[in-house]
């Protein structure tokens, strides 16, 4: 499975985006995926995921509020929806499909890995 991060770009704060993950060679409409991000100069950190059927989810408890994670299985693409944003949440976003069908938090069980889209919040 081959993934490709898209929909970063640069936005005011208190503004919205959406990314996309979007997978190619094969469908990860049974895996379980995942996004992560890296700031400059911080450790990567993980942002939402999403179970196979998009059933369960988990959001990062700094972002609950304003990140939703959902998938559309029939177009191969997951999506992070990033509302109020802060010029803390710029960074490198990464998305990663899991070996099984259920959702993870940890990047070790996350086999699959896309280039990441950067997003940058200026205030």
């Known amino acids: 499975v081959q993934l490709q991060a898209s929909g970063g770009g640069l936005v005011q704060a208190g503004g919205s985006l959406r990314l996309s993950c979007a997978a190619s060679?094969?469908?990860?409409?049974?895996?379980?995926v995942s996004w992560f991000r890296q700031a400059p100069g911080k450790e990567r950190e993980f942002v939402a995921a999403i179970d196979w059927r998009g059933g369960n989810t988990y959001t990062a408890e700094s972002v609950k509020d304003q990140f939703t994670i959902s998938r559309n299985n029939a177009k191969n693409t997951v999506y992070l929806q990033m509302n109020s944003l802060k010029p803390e949440d710029t960074a490198v976003y990464y998305c990663?499909?899991?070996?099984?069908?259920?959702?993870?938090?940890?990047?070790?069980?996350?086999?699959?890995w896309g280039k990441g889209t950067l997003v940058t919040v200026s205030s």
């Open positions: 060679r094969r469908t990860f409409s049974n895996n379980g």
């Open positions: 990663a499909a899991a070996l099984g069908s259920q959702a993870t938090t940890n990047p070790q069980n996350l086999r699959y």
